[in-house]
């Protein structure tokens, strides 16, 4: 912002200075670091006048503030409405300050007050006054009055000029003013009114205008002038580009002083511009300034066209190109050659693409097929320009010579171009979220695990802004911080100085090219959440951070989205401080998102392949809780699989099998149940209702989920399992994640408790979020009552604050989508009352001693998967009567008791049998006794013979007793072997502890609500011991 519309107040501020608004100074100021000596500001009155700024801000936005004394002295009053504009060229390259300034008193009571208080006049000036114009009248205060006086002559060095800065190196000269005659007096008054009227103040006839980027080939610039042809100077700023600034020392010393920031282009009128412009994308890379948006254009009127010879110096990158006379180093003549070549090149494509548009004397070329780095333009004339800059309109009789090459710094090559579409799919009411936050200036957090798509989210958001004409600023904290630092700061070895460079850095940026937005990716890298063990370093850089940022948002200068992994990874002073307004989690999609995001995947990467993905719908089933990242891993596993199979056509059954083995992103790190480790339901015996409970609930909605989406009603999402102490509730859930194909967790009690506050709420936060992260999956708890008790009982408060948490995070205000909870315990009365509503555990499901048709069941389901075999004759109706009140457990042992019996008299039996012989063919020795007489050669040739037949008869040995031990006898359990068990084994539950958990079961099962049940207070009665029990 260069103006802004005031109203007048009159402060008495004892000085010639202004006092401006906030919001109209402090976006330069923070963003330049100028002093506050060189901040002018011009005040559009009749006629205009410049002043110095104060220092201080005027105590409203639309406000400035005068000394009343001063604002009489230029005919301004309280409330006057004006304009005022702030002459950036000046501020940030400051003309020098004037030699002498030759003051005179209005009157001679001024003249008298001069000569009794000139030393007191001279230790003041400077603090009062910042500039001044020629005819201008100050009001200098004093110790004992005011002096006004009129300025009368400007010097710098011996050039008189109208305006100047004046500074410690000014001389004040002061002219007497004698006594006059009453005619005289009133002479000089009306000649010095006059003359006041008359003054000029701003020469300047320039502009400032805020830029962006348009198409278009051409040198064009889109805006309200009267002129054809214009003069465009870029402004040195904050985040300006490299290729736009004016040249270093740096650069000068590596021999490149070609200044390439101004040019002369075409006017296309544009009545609607207002303060803003736009320029060509030919223009903006002849300004250096491609691909940014929001930076500032110095613009004027230029004089008249010069024409000439157009020079063209080709650039090049790499010093060994050139020689010490600045030739490359090739042979004269094809040197020659190729310089005229590269020439009418360069002469043919002005003709066909820049004909009728200018070029100016120390013009950059862009790229193009002759020119690799592109060039540097002189325009050569014949005759003296008198210090005018040349340009000039391309027309037919153009002429173009090729000259040496000339160095250019790599931080002034051209950038390519970046053509790449990035979409998000599947996104939109997100997106439509994350638009209006950052239109409202909302300081938005989005956060999401590692692949969820926050990257793609924030680069689609950078692209829309900037074609909204937003200036952007990225930073990703997740990189090497250097890429981000300039100067001083970059050597330091302080990381906390180089961060806080950086946001200094940023700041400045976001308010030079306001309006504009900064996205800090991954700022959880820098400030994490501070550990009671931490050094303190995070919440004082977060603090710093906030008290940067908090300025500046509150004057709606930009806007702030910061990335991270989840909400608990960032320092929490963001949000308590209030520097985060909106928070955004990036959850893995849903079904119908997966299937948008692997058809335009798909389409987009392989289109030759995608003619038929109508079996889409029913894969994206198998691929709950997938994020993007893993829609790209997957696909490239469909395409190894469709070339290593030779087929033409994407198929289900490519995806299966790609699907297959792979781990998504959100399950990498997570502790499930592995796949075929649990029970199955062939494995548990008996529990017939539990079992069909658990299916319906949990395997059903997974296996026909298009039948259950249409469900108005609210799934059943949890389930209570209670029953008597080794009864099965616990290998019933085993068996869920094997036989339901849902992800299982399993969760033990002491892994939940911590004895620092805030830190059990936290486990059982993180245990949800891995489950929802892993979902389709079931959480289990296991000992419920042990985690999750009646509240108001534990003196220490630690269980009562994870039953609070477990009440939010069941059936909270979000609620739980695609998570089972399953919860097993054998004293429900002992569980808080509110987990059991419906909502949360929906279903309490009891698993009772085994009846004569389940312990039937169990026996057969306990000999059948063990690999157990019965004797002949061997009935199980009379254990099954004499096993009333065993458990599964005490069923199991009985059966696995029998077995051992079994094994021990089979053995027994094996002792009196008489074992056979063997012979270890590695340790046998056979000798060739002496015979017949034989040569050495047949003695060889019958000891290799006979040890050949010795082998082949200790081999058919070795088979045989192979043979024999593959038919020994099998084991059987026999009735006298379980009844020997059944009389060893004892119900594992006593008679006095049945009737507790009968009577405690019955009245859970007979009263109404939950709640019925006793309250969990402990007792005051004498006696009596403080438990639950």
């Not at 989205?561 to 955004?584: A, M, P, R, V």
């Amino acid at each position: 912002m260069t103006s802004a519309e005031v109203s007048v107040v009159l402060v008495p501020l004892n000085s010639c200075l202004v006092t401006l608004p906030a919001s109209f100074i402090y976006p330069i100021v923070n963003s330049t670091n100028v002093l506050v000596q060189q901040v002018l500001t011009t005040i559009h009155t009749t006629p205009t006048c410049t002043l110095g700024w104060s220092g201080f801000t005027s105590s409203k936005d639309s406000t400035i503030e005068l000394d009343p004394l001063y604002a009489k002295t230029i005919g301004l009053n309280e409330g006057d409405k004006l304009i005022i504009s702030l002459d950036l060229p000046s501020i940030l390259n400051p003309d020098p300050f004037a030699t002498s300034v030759e003051l005179e008193p209005l009157s001679v009571a001024d003249w008298e007050l001069t000569e009794l208080y000139a030393q007191s006049i001279e230790d003041k000036f400077l603090s009062q006054v910042r500039c001044v114009t020629k005819n201008q009248v100050l009001v200098v205060r004093t110790n004992s009055g005011v002096v006004n006086f009129s300025v009368k002559t400007i010097k710098n060095t011996s050039t008189e000029v109208l305006f100047s800065r004046v500074g410690n190196t000014s001389e004040l000269h002061i002219v007497p003013k004698p006594h006059l005659p009453s005619s005289l007096s009133k002479q000089k008054a009306k000649k010095t009114l006059s003359s006041k009227k008359s003054s000029v103040v701003n020469s300047k006839m320039g502009k400032i205008y805020r830029s962006s980027i348009c198409q278009g080939d051409e040198i064009l610039i889109y805006g309200n002038f009267n002129d054809e042809f214009v003069l465009v100077k870029t402004i040195d700023g904050p985040g300006t580009p490299l290729s736009a600034k004016k040249i270093s020392d740096k650069e000068r010393e590596m021999g490149f002083n070609k200044e390439m920031n101004s040019l002369v282009a075409k006017v296309v009128n544009d009545t609607k511009s207002g303060n803003n412009v736009k320029i060509s994308k030919k223009l903006a890379i002849c300004l250096g300034l491609e691909g940014s948006v929001g930076e500032l254009l110095y613009i004027e009127q230029i004089g008249i066209e010069i024409k000439g010879k157009i020079i063209v110096n080709p650039f090049v990158i790499d010093s060994d190109f050139i020689n010490n006379n600045g030739t490359t180093l090739q042979g004269n003549d094809e040197q020659a050659d190729n310089k005229i070549h590269m020439a009418k090149q360069i002469q043919k494509f002005l003709w066909e693409n820049w004909k009728g548009q200018p070029i100016t004397h120390g013009m950059k070329l862009p790229k193009m097929k002759s020119l690799e780095y592109g060039g540097f333009i002189e325009i050569e004339t014949s005759f003296d320009n008198k210090g005018l800059r040349p340009w000039m309109i391309i027309d037919d009789e153009v002429d173009v010579i090729v000259k040496g090459d000339e160095l250019l710094p790599k931080s002034r090559v051209q950038l390519d171009e970046n053509n790449d579409e990035v979409i998000v799919v599947g996104q939109d009411k997100l997106l439509k979220n994350i638009r209006k936050n950052l239109k409202y200036g909302v300081p938005t957090y989005m956060y999401g695990k590692s692949g969820s798509g926050k990257s793609l989210i924030v680069t689609q958001m950078e692209n829309e802004m900037k074609q909204n004409d937003v200036f952007v600023k990225l930073i990703d904290f997740d990189k090497d911080l250097d890429e981000y630092i300039e100067g001083d700061q970059k050597e330091s070895k302080d990381r906390t100085k180089k961060i806080m460079a950086i946001f200094n850095s940023v700041i400045s940026m976001a308010n030079w090219h306001s309006p504009s937005l900064v996205i800090l990716e991954n700022l959880d890298k820098i400030i994490p959440k501070e550990s009671e063990q931490g050094d303190g370093s995070s919440n004082k850089l977060t603090e710093f951070i906030i008290e940067k940022f908090n300025v500046s948002l509150k004057s709606n200068k930009f806007g702030l989205l910061i990335t991270g992994k989840s909400k608990d990874s960032i320092n929490q002073l963001i949000f308590q401080k209030h520097l985060i307004d909106e928070e955004i989690n990036l959850t893995a999609p849903n079904k119908d998102q997966r299937q948008q995001i692997l058809e335009f995947m798909l389409t987009k990467r392989f289109p030759q392949f995608s003619q038929d993905l109508t079996f889409l719908s029913d894969t994206v089933h198998e691929t709950e809780g997938y994020y993007p990242s893993d829609f790209t891993n997957l696909i490239d596993r469909v395409y190894h699989d469709l070339i290593t199979n030779s087929e033409t056509q994407f198929t289900e059954s490519n995806f299966m099998r790609a699907i297959s083995g792979y781990t998504p992103t959100s399950l990498r790190g997570v502790k499930l149940q592995k796949k075929d480790a649990g029970a199955k339901w062939s494995d548990i015996g008996g529990m017939l209702e539990p079992k069909q409970i658990l299916i319906e609930t949990l395997e059903w909605p997974t296996k026909f989920a298009p039948i259950f989406e249409n469900c108005p009603l609210r799934l059943r999402s949890g389930i209570l399992l209670y029953g008597y102490p080794g009864c099965g509730k616990t290998m019933l859930a085993s068996a869920i994640g094997d036989q339901t194909g849902l992800n299982f967790i399993s969760v033990k009690g002491p892994e939940i408790l911590n004895k620092y506050i805030g830190a059990s709420e936290q486990n059982i936060r993180e245990i949800f979020e891995r489950a929802s992260a892993a979902k389709p999956c079931v959480l289990f708890f296991d000992e419920f009552d042990s985690i999750a008790p009646k509240r108001g009982h534990d003196s220490t408060g630690v269980t009562d604050r994870i039953v609070n948490q477990l009440l939010t995070q069941m059936d909270g205000a979000e609620g739980l989508d695609g998570v089972y909870v399953i919860g097993a315990t054998s004293r429900p009365d002992l569980i808080d009352s509110a987990l059991l509503r419906p909502g949360r555990l929906d279903k309490s499901v009891l698993c009772d001693l085994p009846d004569k048709i389940n312990r039937r069941d169990m026996f057969h389901t306990i000999i059948k998967s063990n690999g157990f075999e019965l004797a002949e004759g061997v009935e199980l109706d009379e254990l099954v009567e004499k096993s009333e009140g065993f458990t599964g457990a005490d069923l199991q042992a009985l059966i696995y008791n029998a077995y051992l019996k079994s094994v021990n008299d089979s053995l027994e039996a094996d002792k009196g049998i008489e074992k056979t012989t063997t012979i270890e063919s590695d340790n046998v020795e056979y000798k060739l006794l002496p015979g017949l007489k034989l040569d050495n050669r047949s003695a060889q040739r019958k000891q290799i013979s006979l040890g050949k037949k010795i082998t082949t008869l200790l081999n058919n040995n070795e088979k045989l007793n192979k043979e024999v031990e593959l038919t020994k006898p099998k084991i059987f359990i026999t009735s006298a072997h379980l009844q020997t068990s059944l009389q060893e084994t004892k119900p594992s539950i006593s008679k006095k502890e049945l009737l507790k958990f009968k009577t405690i079961y019955s009245k859970f099962q007979d009263s109404k609500r939950p709640s019925e049940m006793k309250s969990g207070e402990a007792s005051n009665e004498v006696g009596v011991r403080e438990s639950l029990m």
